[in-house]
């Protein structure tokens, strides 16, 4: 059983005889044996241990072990000259008692220094571990791959994990393991002492105690560390239920899940609870008892045998001896808590520990990437070397005293150097070192808000900072932001795919069986097919997210595994299927980096025709994103990532049915931005929508994971009995090849919902339900079903949402104090009709789910 799949299984919901570990009352449907495997998994290694004590250096560890000895030893000397004074005065009553209390505020006092002082090495010592081992697990975790480690591992888990392990890390781990030293060293010590002033006898005696005391603890332990275990495993299932409940809150109420996911939270938390309770109070008590009875017992013999030895010792030792003694029985459940807190630190660290083994994508860069990375280089303009512009016909120079230090690329869209008697782009601002680090032959792509014109571009870098009485050096801003691209890239990406074989993890199945085909530079090419038959994939492997398990993907003749995946990453652009945002402002979204400028920004922006709705918003660019875009219709999103793009200008686009969300007008503006607004760039889109792709000049339509079809949409689309031909004839989609299986799926749905509609409209009035099922059909009937919310609730809506889809709800408030979201609608849908819910892009999700 692999270590993903024990965490994952329900520790407590089934149980059988077999199944129950240990005997302690913990009802598991975890095989004791498995239970046994993942304990010697939770706990931690020699190595591990060893690894870690050198991270926190072994001198720090060595200096607060002796500290803390010496302490207990001081402390020790403070008792002895309490026990010589009692001793003395015992002797001769008229003895001088100050020497004696000298000595014990002395000894006192060097014992308190040294606490101290062993606390200094000690909290140097875990410091040191903690913020290795975070900064090691974010490190791997930030480049774990997607297939191989996020697909299988729940969010929850790994959130557990750097979260509460890590926490456990940071603040108990060092004051558990010291305490832990202390107490031990509080333990040793007086026995020690005992021992030393005792009869031999006595310590021949005390040594069957010690053994059934210390055999007690080894039970106690080997319970408690798999009850710890289940603990944390089961607080890392209650973790997962929630961030996956919370992140899919309406498909748990579309689908009726709700009992059943509250059933299995309160079996995850009971089992969590019962493993705590078990191991915090039922264990704990067990040993306690024991100890404390056999503790009683041999303080009685030691009283015993003292008081037959009183003479020899004298009244203050013997005294001190056994109030020592007395002192240590008290200490028993502390230390217990000391010592078992110590040992689930260490498997906190184990179980973070892991994470540090994470399987890791290949480089991020290479060596040889260096000349094919794209650079972006920030100077002030009063630092820049003065420079000025020269036109020849269409051409431009530029010059730096007197001598040509720039002039345009063949395509006239940037800049490159000179040929003879220039350094490198340093001449341009020598105080700069990121210029200096600029390959010679990169081009300058862009100046600030200038991008794709080569004049454009040298006059925002000829501006003069010095000329400042002049109005336009005054608009000029005070940095040069430089965009450099590879010479590699700069006339367009052409594309090979040879033979591509990829797919998923430990998958054995190929999901993409050979692909072969070619993309000339600057083509736009459409990737067809029917649904699952790889073309996300096959985005996936160009951007090595999925690496190539056969053949070869070929970028301008270099193969993507022959560089870094930053470097490669940076070259490609995707606009994914699922729009990914992030919390924080649109500009930060937009560039999260902060690598362009507010006037580039802007045009991307109205390319994606989000003009009119960033405008609307009161913060415009500053507006912000609520957790992933929650406050965006999806289509807003889809477009926010266009932009992102937009921006980028990447070589290689890749859209994956980017526009899959926008209502159609919008949509036909964005397919011209699309056709229109990258025109260097190398674009494949997959797309369901063939009218979307009329426009390209190739299209490749994938077949179970190969190319079936290649060529124009002309040529496709004219082959007989051809794939491309067939969908475009049907349904003018490949993804309405709905079957039965689908349909029956709907169904099923449809029938739940309708059960559960009046609970999910949650206001409805008068809702009339007529599901006839008979056939397998439903005929779904709505009668003024409508839906409203309290104008509290509705505010705090509006407060986190954008302006735009709310602004359109205004007039529909209702005199009770409730905002009507959805006016009541009717409707009769007959068997085998298919309904399409339209509107366009912007309306608040959340409506559109209740709906
Ligand atoms: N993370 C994954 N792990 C394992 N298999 C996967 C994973 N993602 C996709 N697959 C499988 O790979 C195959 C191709 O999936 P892919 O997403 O590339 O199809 P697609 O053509 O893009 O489909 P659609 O048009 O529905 O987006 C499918 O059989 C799918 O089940």
Same mark, same amino acid.
């Given at each position: 059983?692999?270590?993903?799949?024990?965490?994952?299984?329900?520790?407590?919901?089934?149980?059988?005889?077999?199944?129950?570990?240990?005997?302690?009352?913990?009802?598991?449907?975890?095989?004791?044996?498995?239970?046994?495997?993942?304990?010697?998994?939770?706990?931690?290694?020699?190595?591990?241990?060893?690894?870690?004590?050198?991270?926190?250096?072994?001198?720090?560890?060595?200096?607060?072990?002796?500290?803390?000895?010496?302490?207990?030893?001081?402390?020790?000397?403070?008792?002895?000259?309490?026990?010589?004074?009692?001793?003395?005065?015992?002797?001769?009553?008229?003895?001088?008692?100050?020497?004696?209390?000298?000595?014990?505020?002395?000894?006192?006092?060097?014992?308190?220094?040294?606490?101290?002082?062993?606390?200094?090495?000690?909290?140097?010592?875990?410091?040191?571990?903690?913020?290795?081992?975070?900064?090691?697990?974010?490190?791997?975790?930030?480049?774990?791959?997607?297939?191989?480690?996020?697909?299988?591992?729940?969010?929850?888990?790994?959130?557990?994990?750097?979260?509460?392990?890590?926490?456990?890390?940071?603040?108990?781990?060092?004051?558990?393991?010291?305490?832990?030293?202390?107490?031990?060293?509080?333990?040793?010590?007086?026995?020690?002492?005992?021992?030393?002033?005792?009869?031999?006898?006595?310590?021949?005696?005390?040594?069957?105690?010690?053994?059934?005391?210390?055999?007690?603890?080894?039970?106690?332990?080997?319970?408690?560390?798999?009850?710890?275990?289940?603990?944390?495993?089961?607080?890392?299932?209650?973790?997962?239920?929630?961030?996956?409940?919370?992140?899919?809150?309406?498909?748990?109420?579309?689908?009726?899940?709700?009992?059943?996911?509250?059933?299995?939270?309160?079996?995850?938390?009971?089992?969590?609870?019962?493993?705590?309770?078990?191991?915090?109070?039922?264990?704990?008590?067990?040993?306690?008892?024991?100890?404390?009875?056999?503790?009683?017992?041999?303080?009685?013999?030691?009283?015993?045998?003292?008081?037959?030895?009183?003479?020899?010792?004298?009244?203050?030792?013997?005294?001190?001896?056994?109030?020592?003694?007395?002192?240590?029985?008290?200490?028993?459940?502390?230390?217990?808590?000391?010592?078992?807190?110590?040992?689930?630190?260490?498997?906190?660290?184990?179980?973070?520990?892991?994470?540090?083994?994470?399987?890791?994508?290949?480089?991020?860069?290479?060596?040889?990437?260096?000349?094919?990375?794209?650079?972006?280089?920030?100077?002030?303009?009063?630092?820049?070397?003065?420079?000025?512009?020269?036109?020849?016909?269409?051409?431009?120079?530029?010059?730096?005293?007197?001598?040509?230090?720039?002039?345009?690329?063949?395509?006239?869209?940037?800049?490159?150097?000179?040929?003879?008697?220039?350094?490198?782009?340093?001449?341009?601002?020598?105080?700069?070192?990121?210029?200096?680090?600029?390959?010679?032959?990169?081009?300058?792509?862009?100046?600030?808000?200038?991008?794709?014109?080569?004049? #454009?571009?040298? +006059?925002?870098?000829? &501006?003069? *900072?010095?000329?400042?009485?002049?109005? @336009?050096? !005054?608009? =000029?801003?005070?940095?040069?932001?430089?965009?450099?691209?590879?010479?590699?890239?700069?006339?367009?990406?052409?594309?090979?795919?040879?033979?591509?074989?990829?797919?998923?993890?430990?998958?054995?199945?190929?999901?993409?069986?050979?692909?072969?085909?070619?993309?000339?530079?600057?083509?736009?090419?459409?990737?067809?097919?029917?649904?699952?038959?790889?073309?996300?994939?096959?985005?996936?492997?160009?951007?090595?997210?999925?690496?190539?398990?056969?053949?070869?993907?070929?970028?301008?003749?270099?193969?993507?595994?022959?560089?870094?995946?930053?470097?490669?990453?940076?070259?490609?652009?995707?606009?994914?299927?699922?729009?990914?945002?992030?919390?924080?402002?649109?500009?930060?979204?937009?560039?999260?980096?902060? #690598?362009?400028? +507010?006037?580039?920004? &802007?045009? *991307?922006?109205?390319?994606?025709?989000? @003009?009119? !709705?960033? =405008?609307?918003?009161?913060?415009?660019?500053?507006?912000?994103?609520?957790?992933?875009?929650?406050?965006?219709?999806?289509?807003?999103?889809?477009?926010?990532?266009?932009?992102?793009?937009?921006?980028?200008?990447?070589?290689?686009?890749?859209?994956?049915?980017?526009?899959?969300?926008?209502?159609?007008?919008?949509?036909?503006?964005?397919?011209?931005?699309?056709?229109?607004?990258?025109?260097?760039?190398?674009?494949?889109?997959?797309?369901?929508?063939?009218?979307?792709?009329?426009?390209?000049?190739?299209?490749?339509?994938?077949?179970?994971?190969?190319?079936?079809?290649?060529?124009?949409?002309?040529?496709?689309?004219?082959?007989?009995?051809?794939?491309?031909?067939?969908?475009?004839?049907?349904?003018?989609?490949?993804?309405?090849?709905?079957?039965?299986?689908?349909?029956?799926?709907?169904?099923?749905?449809?029938?739940?919902?309708?059960?559960?509609?009046?609970?999910?409209?949650?206001?409805?009035?008068?809702?009339?339900?007529?599901?006839?099922?008979?056939?397998?059909?439903?005929?779904?009937?709505?009668?003024?079903?409508?839906?409203?919310?309290?104008?509290?609730?509705?505010?705090?809506?509006?407060?986190?949402?954008?302006?735009?889809?709310?602004?359109?709800?205004?007039?529909?408030?209702?005199?009770?104090?409730?905002?009507?979201?959805?006016?009541?609608?009717?409707?009769?849908?007959?068997?085998?009709?298919?309904?399409?819910?339209?509107?366009?892009?912007?309306?608040?999700?959340?409506?559109?789910?209740?709906?």
């Amino acid at each position: 059983m692999g270590r993903e799949e024990k965490e994952n299984t329900p520790i407590g919901s089934k149980t059988s005889k077999e199944q129950r570990p240990m005997g302690i009352g913990v009802t598991s449907s975890v095989p004791a044996m498995a239970l046994r495997e993942s304990e010697h998994e939770g706990r931690p290694t020699l190595e591990m241990t060893l690894r870690y004590i050198s991270i926190g250096k072994w001198r720090n560890l060595l200096n607060a072990l002796v500290c803390f000895s010496l302490t207990l030893f001081l402390y020790l000397l403070c008792d002895i000259s309490l026990a010589n004074c009692t001793n003395a005065l015992a002797i001769d009553a008229s003895v001088e008692t100050g020497r004696y209390f000298g000595g014990y505020l002395f000894w006192l006092f060097a014992g308190t220094s040294m606490v101290y002082i062993g606390w200094y090495f000690g909290g140097g010592f875990t410091l040191r571990i903690s913020s290795h081992i975070h900064a090691l697990v974010v490190r791997r975790l930030l480049h774990a791959p997607i297939d191989r480690f996020f697909d299988k591992h729940p969010v929850g888990r790994i959130m557990n994990r750097i979260t509460m392990d890590m926490t456990t890390i940071d603040l108990h781990l060092f004051l558990k393991i010291s305490g832990s030293i202390m107490i031990a060293f509080q333990t040793m010590v007086p026995l020690a002492y005992i021992h030393a002033i005792m009869p031999l006898s006595m310590t021949a005696l005390s040594l069957p105690f010690y053994y059934v005391v210390a055999s007690l603890y080894g039970r106690y332990q080997n319970t408690t560390v798999p009850l710890r275990y289940c603990f944390k495993t089961s607080s890392s299932r209650t973790q997962s239920y929630l961030s996956d409940v919370m992140t899919s809150t309406v498909v748990v109420r579309g689908f009726g899940e709700q009992q059943r996911l509250s059933a299995e939270y309160a079996a995850a938390v009971d089992d969590s609870l019962k493993a705590d309770l078990t191991d915090d109070r039922l264990m704990k008590r067990w040993l306690c008892n024991r100890v404390n009875y056999l503790w009683t017992f041999y303080n009685s013999v030691t009283y015993i045998i003292g008081l037959y030895n009183c003479s020899r010792l004298g009244p203050g030792t013997l005294g001190i001896a056994l109030t020592n003694l007395l002192l240590l029985e008290g200490m028993i459940e502390p230390s217990l808590d000391m010592m078992a807190g110590a040992l689930f630190e260490l498997i906190a660290l184990a179980r973070v520990h892991e994470y540090t083994e994470v399987p890791q994508e290949r480089a991020m860069r290479t060596l040889e990437d260096t000349a094919l990375r794209s650079y972006s280089v920030r100077f002030m303009r009063k630092a820049a070397t003065p420079l000025t512009k020269r036109e020849k016909g269409d051409e431009v120079e530029v010059l730096a005293n007197g001598r040509v230090v720039l002039r345009s690329t063949k395509d006239l869209r940037g800049l490159m150097l000179a040929e003879t008697g220039v350094e490198g782009f340093q001449e341009l601002c020598p105080s700069c070192a990121e210029l200096h680090a600029v390959p010679t032959l990169h081009h300058i792509v862009a100046a600030n808000d200038a991008t794709g014109c080569a004049k #454009l571009i040298a +006059d925002e870098i000829c &501006k003069s *900072a010095k000329s400042f009485m002049t109005a @336009a050096a !005054f608009a =000029s801003p005070p940095m040069v932001n430089l965009e450099f691209q590879s010479d590699w890239l700069s006339s367009g990406a052409r594309l090979d795919v040879q033979e591509l074989r990829a797919g998923y993890a430990e998958v054995p199945q190929d999901v993409l069986k050979g692909v072969t085909f070619s993309v000339e530079p600057r083509m736009k090419v459409a990737v067809v097919g029917t649904t699952g038959c790889g073309k996300s994939s096959m985005l996936l492997a160009l951007l090595r997210i999925i690496e190539p398990r056969g053949g070869r993907i070929v970028i301008n003749g270099i193969d993507t595994r022959d560089i870094g995946l930053a470097t490669l990453r940076t070259a490609l652009g995707l606009v994914p299927q699922d729009p990914m945002l992030f919390t924080g402002s649109l500009r930060h979204n937009l560039d999260p980096f902060r #690598l362009y400028t +507010d006037g580039r920004i &802007k045009k *991307a922006v109205e390319y994606a025709h989000l @003009a009119p !709705f960033v =405008s609307s918003l009161p913060l415009g660019l500053d507006h912000q994103v609520t957790d992933e875009g929650g406050n965006l219709s999806f289509g807003q999103r889809q477009l926010l990532c266009l932009a992102r793009m937009v921006l980028r200008q990447p070589a290689l686009l890749l859209l994956d049915e980017a526009t899959s969300a926008i209502d159609p007008a919008t949509q036909e503006s964005v397919q011209d931005t699309i056709n229109h607004a990258f025109p260097t760039s190398t674009m494949l889109a997959v797309a369901h929508r063939l009218e979307t792709i009329m426009e390209f000049d190739q299209v490749v339509v994938l077949d179970a994971g190969k190319v079936a079809e290649e060529g124009s949409v002309k040529e496709v689309a004219a082959k007989p009995g051809g794939i491309f031909r067939r969908a475009g004839s049907g349904s003018r989609s490949f993804a309405r090849q709905t079957t039965q299986e689908v349909q029956d799926y709907f169904h099923a749905r449809i029938r739940r919902s309708l059960d559960d509609l009046a609970a999910v409209t949650g206001e409805a009035e008068d809702v009339e339900r007529d599901a006839d099922f008979s056939n397998g059909i439903a005929h779904l009937t709505f009668k003024d079903v409508g839906f409203s919310l309290p104008r509290s609730s509705y505010l705090r809506h509006q407060e986190s949402g954008s302006s735009k889809g709310e602004k359109g709800l205004e007039g529909s408030s209702s005199s009770d104090g409730r905002k009507t979201i959805l006016a009541p609608i009717s409707g009769h849908y007959e068997p085998g009709k298919l309904v399409a819910l339209m509107g366009p892009s912007g309306q608040r999700p959340r409506w559109c789910d209740i709906i």
